[in-house]
């Protein structure tokens, strides 16, 4: 029988298509940038072109990655939008969210969010959004920041590592969470406590276990107290950036089992490395919260798999390899942050392939959460009437890290020499194969 409607822009066959959580032989239909339909795999479409993925390959919806550093402007050294959306969408990644810092000026007014935008939509390679920066002098004036479309605003409880992007007190955390929830808002928190970082050892110059010493579980566990607090005094949203300790992971529990509005995210750094495996002197390795022990890790997982933990997000944090390096392995005196958009997705996808937990499950934690996080219920899915960002993927390719070649700007990586799984071959944005990244804003 041959079909009478219009040909459809694109079709792409697979054994092995990601669909309502769960992986199926389907023919999925593109046009004008959206999943048309989802039939079965031999169905007969007329399309301007028809593809059917090898054997081997399974069929995804692009990676959401909702914390990335993209730096500029101001330290477009340490990181800029072409060579940041390079590495994602190698990396399967299709929509990044901007940090509010590390560029000057940091993201805390509407002028500076259009000054990110300018910077951003001329070289993007996959769709960027940003979040907003609350910050002592942003308080009382975040309403406009929403209005003009960031997706939340970020805080730190502990000094930040750039003077720009002063962190909260307690009491200013509760006034931004009483005005964020006015509006129904999002504030998305780094949760170490400053008082315990002051209390803690001083980290002892190249000695790993040391620099862990002084950013302590009870750390994050007093922040993270705060912050569920502040939750249940104002009935606002709030999400944990880049948890680290498993040692509040009950906290978090009770919390949401009391249905306060929380959610929490960790990263690939923590569920691939470990304390024991961390060389002294390997400041690739710093970030804050630290790498803690297996044990940790371990329980990390088991929150991922019971849901305590919603999401997994890069929190690609470059700098220069001058300052990645500074002290020449002292952890106190190099920079803080761990580059791994390009990687991420991959990273977690072999450590979760070691435990046997599902592909179909790193991706919802990768795209599905990552996207309802920020509100984009237009992708982080194949579904019909979705942006049709689909990535052909073979989960089985395995190769070696080569730091030197990765995308992002330098060329510095904690995974660097790390044997991951998995093979990013073709990527659609909006059914096209390098279409080019877009603005987003937070939907109204
Ligand atoms: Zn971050």
Redesign the pocket.
């Known amino acids: 029988m041959a079909p009478t409607e219009s040909p459809v822009d694109l079709v792409v066959r697979a054994s092995r298509v990601l669909v309502e959580g769960a992986f199926r032989p389907a023919a999925v239909s593109v046009t004008g940038g959206l999943i048309t339909a989802i039939d079965d795999i031999d169905t007969v479409l007329t399309a301007l072109e028809d593809r059917t993925l090898p054997e081997g390959q399974v069929l995804i919806p692009g990676i959401v990655d909702s914390?990335v550093?993209v730096n500029e402007p101001g330290r477009t050294d340490w990181e800029g939008f072409a060579s940041a959306t390079t590495a994602a969408l190698r990396g399967g990644v299709t929509t990044i969210v901007d940090?509010p810092l590390n560029s000057i000026p940091p993201t805390t007014t509407v002028e500076a969010l259009d000054l990110k935008r300018a910077a951003a939509e001329p070289q993007a390679r996959v769709d960027v959004g940003f979040w907003g920066g609350a910050i002592p002098s942003s308080l009382g004036a975040l309403r406009p920041v929403h209005d003009a479309g960031a997706f939340g605003f970020k805080a730190f409880l502990s000094p930040s590592g750039v003077d720009e992007f002063p962190h909260l007190s307690t009491e200013q955390l509760h006034a931004a969470m009483e005005e964020i929830a006015a509006f129904d808002g999002l504030l998305i928190v780094?949760a170490e406590d400053p008082d315990t970082l002051e209390h803690s050892p001083a980290p002892e110059g190249a000695s790993y276990s040391a620099f862990v010493r002084s950013r302590p579980d009870a750390s994050e566990q007093s922040a993270i107290d705060h912050v569920i607090d502040a939750v249940r005094r104002t009935g606002g949203r709030a999400h944990i950036?880049?948890l680290s300790s498993a040692a509040a992971l009950p906290a978090i529990r009770a919390a949401k089992a009391e249905g306060l509005r929380l959610t929490v995210e960790t990263c690939p750094h923590y569920l691939s490395f470990d304390e024991e495996h961390i060389p002294d002197g390997g400041t690739q390795y710093k970030c804050c919260p630290p790498i803690r022990d297996a044990a940790n890790q371990d329980a990390l997982w088991e929150a991922l798999v019971d849901g305590t933990i919603d999401l997994v997000a890069s929190?690609h944090?470059p700098s220069t390899a001058a300052l990645k390096f500074a002290g020449n392995g002292d952890f106190d005196l190099a920079w803080g942050?761990i580059s791994g958009l390009e990687l991420s997705f991959r990273a977690v996808w072999t450590g979760a392939a070691a435990r046997g937990i599902p592909l179909e499950s790193v991706v919802r934690w990768m795209s599905t959460a990552t996207s309802d996080l920020v509100g984009l219920s237009d992708r982080g899915r194949i579904a019909v009437g979705t942006q049709a960002d689909l990535v052909a993927f073979d989960p089985d390719a395995a190769f070696t890290v080569d730091a030197a070649r990765l995308a992002h700007k330098n060329p510095v990586s904690a995974f660097d020499g790390s044997e991951l799984r998995g093979s990013v071959e073709t990527v659609w944005q909006r059914g096209v194969v390098d279409a080019g990244g877009r603005l987003v804003v937070r939907p109204a």
């Open positions: 914390h550093h940090m780094h950036l880049h929190d944090s942050g």
